[in-house]
């Protein structure tokens, strides 16, 4: 979910598993970079990370679930590459239908939220009378 011109809130959609396991948009977003590139490591420079970071993302999402989400390849003459599995396009399509429906069903009470925020205000007080 991104900010439009008119600087909207934005709906965060987070999946806090049990444990330290978390499910956001950085993943799906490095999971859209390793679908669009074919690899690991150009996915993460496209994300302004390490390789090693994006690897260990890549890894926990495979530790994460039943099913693996990235499949690798090591070596080659092309120097290997990474393809997202038929579970890893699932669930990213499936966090991305989560995303909407939440902006959808939010809609209202951020329309809300927006008419009462005072932009630049955090950690003022309140006016008071």
Do not use: C
């Not at 993943?27 to 390793?34: F, S």
């Not at 994460?64 to 599995?85: H, N």
């Amino acid at each position: 979910m991104t900010r439009d011109s008119r600087q909207t809130a934005d709906v965060i959609l987070r999946i806090a598993f049990p444990g330290q396991d978390r499910l956001g948009r950085g993943k799906m977003a490095l999971l859209e970079h390793i679908r669009a590139t074919g690899s690991i490591s150009a996915a993460g420079r496209a994300m302004n990370m390490s390789y090693r970071r994006a690897w260990l993302l890549v890894s926990d999402l495979n530790r994460m679930f039943d099913k693996p989400s990235v499949e690798s390849q090591r070596g080659g003459q092309k120097g290997g590459g990474a393809a997202l599995t038929p579970f890893g396009e699932a669930l990213l399509q499936r966090f991305r239908t989560m995303e909407r429906a939440a902006e959808t069903l939010l809609a209202d009470d951020i329309g809300w939220l927006e008419a009462h925020y005072r932009p630049g205000s955090a950690g003022t007080p309140p006016p008071e009378g």
